[in-house]
């Protein structure tokens, strides 16, 4: 039983007697009653031998744990109740006044707006870099830095960097690193283990389990998992004192949503890569930027480490097409709908403006960011068809 995909589904979980259901048990509780005084002085929180209080874990809330913990190939993870909890809860928990966080250009977006305002009023500067420069990060580590945040690929401009190259860099300096792996999800490669060689880690990797461990569009969680523990006692105690436990009708969703993850993972993938190899051929369409095609950024650089890919991309459109144009042919578009995240069942799209997303953006024109869903990649290219003649008008 060595492949994830199997691994996901059948686990060390040990049912009632008499009751071997396929799915586990919800276990609610804030309250968990001792046995005895003794018990209860002799509480233990620290390594899930045994249940305090609701907050602090349930059997429901450690099972999804340790399946993300296989997912990433990491010893220990922490349930958060947004991909953007786990985020604050790696700075709150590893950064104080003083210290700065170096995170890339290309990083979800409330990422870096945590750390201008929440990270700034507390004395924690940080500073911006770009995925692609490893010189030019090299140059922007001071004593004061302390943690680097990586994404790969990023977001929406989708550029993917020299992974193991960046931890190199990161382990010679000794900082911490801290993957947002939301878009690899612990299938597109092994972060504790990127060239599968047991030579090169990230110390830390989050997920937006919002995206494909759910995969329904209708759930809010965040994982941090490590295999250090000492990391994770620390990541645990800062998480225990922020009171970011989670409901456990939720962590049963997820639960019942992983067994299909990989599956739903490749279906979107092949969506995906279909949809942006008819989009390429489109005269609009200024550059490609999907990590499997060679006209985006940091392509070689995923071609080392991943045969998979998240289904999502983007396309730079021409920076001569009005506005007015552009928001037709998004309004035209019918099994594509306009929201946030992806993952989920539905196709999605949302544009972007590069001027306010990048630093200093590679490109001028809008940016169009199409996430896959699970319908059919036909009816998907289709839709898009039938819309075009919209940004033409
Ligand atoms: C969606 C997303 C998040 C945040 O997840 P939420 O659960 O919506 O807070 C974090 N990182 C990346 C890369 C994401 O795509």
Redesign the pocket.
Known sequence: MTDLTTRLIHHPYQPPEGFDAVMPPVHKASTVIFPNVAALRQRQWRDKTGYTYGLHGTPTTFILEERIATLEGGLQTLLVP????A?SLVNMALLRSGDEVLIPDNA?G??KELARHELARWGITHRLYDPLDLRGLAGLITPATRLIWI?AAG?VTMEFPDVPALLALARERGLTTAL?N??GAGLAFNPFDVLGDGASGVDISVQ?L??FPSGGGDI???SVTTREFSLHHTLKLSHMRMGWGMGANDVELVLRSLPSMALRYDAQDASARALASWWAAQPEVVQLLHPAFASCPGHANWQALCTRAAGLFSVVLDARIEQVKMDAFLNGLKLFKLGY??AGPVSLVVPYDLVTLRQRPSWSGTVVRFALGLESAADLIADCAQALPLLRA
């Open positions: 947004s991909g953007l909890a985020i979800y409330p990422n994404e977001s947002d939301t878009w937006a919002t995206k809010l969680m965040g995240s992806w």
